[in-house]
């Protein structure tokens, strides 16, 4: 008769309004306080983002080569992080890549693009556009025969 057994229902609806319930009355906290985070731990989160936002906004717009170099630099640390996660108490030296030297300036070139010349034709030169030739009579379509009534079927 049901689709779906009678306690689907409760796992769907009632769980999740109950669990609101009891946390909005206080009974229960969010996952943050129960990991005993602060104000003051969360305002040093956000000023650290801040900071790493503004660094980055500061950065001299690199060209595509120094971003390849700096995506690859990003990987490595957070490989390299993630190694020291997996191997407590063994500390890695950072993966740092060569610097790439400064190029000179490309000097200032003066560039002149020479004028086109234009002459025009005389009005006399052009020729003359030929006459459109007569669009032949089309014939006389015969008329088409009819076609017998299709049968009774019996």
């Known amino acids: 008769m049901h689709?779906?057994?009678p306690s689907r229902f409760r796992a769907r609806v009632l769980?999740?309004?109950a669990l609101v319930a009891?946390?909005?009355t206080g009974a229960a906290a969010p996952a943050g306080a129960a990991d005993g985070e602060t104000a003051a731990s969360l305002r040093k989160r956000v000023a650290a983002a801040q900071q790493k936002v503004e660094e980055r906004q500061a950065a001299v717009p690199a060209g595509p080569i120094d971003?390849?170099?700096?995506g690859i630099s990003a990987t490595l640390d957070g490989l390299l992080k993630s190694l020291a996660g997996l191997l407590p108490g063994v500390t890695l030296p950072p993966i740092t890549l060569?610097?790439?030297p400064a190029l000179p300036a490309l000097p200032e070139l003066?560039?002149?693009i020479?004028?086109?010349p234009v002459t025009l034709p005389p009005a006399d030169s052009v020729p003359e556009v030929p006459a459109i030739p007569e669009v032949p009579e089309i014939p006389e379509i015969?008329?088409?025969p009819e076609v017998p009534d299709v049968p009774a079927l019996p």
Do not use: G, H, K, N
Not at 67 to 70: A, K, P, Q
């Open 142 to 144: 015969p008329e088409i």
């Open 67 to 70: 971003d390849l170099l700096s």
């Open 22 to 24: 009891v946390i909005l």
């Open 15 to 17: 769980v999740p309004s």
């Open 98 to 100: 060569p610097e790439l």
């Open 110 to 112: 003066p560039i002149t």
């Open 114 to 116: 020479p004028a086109l």
């Open 3 to 5: 689709r779906y057994p």
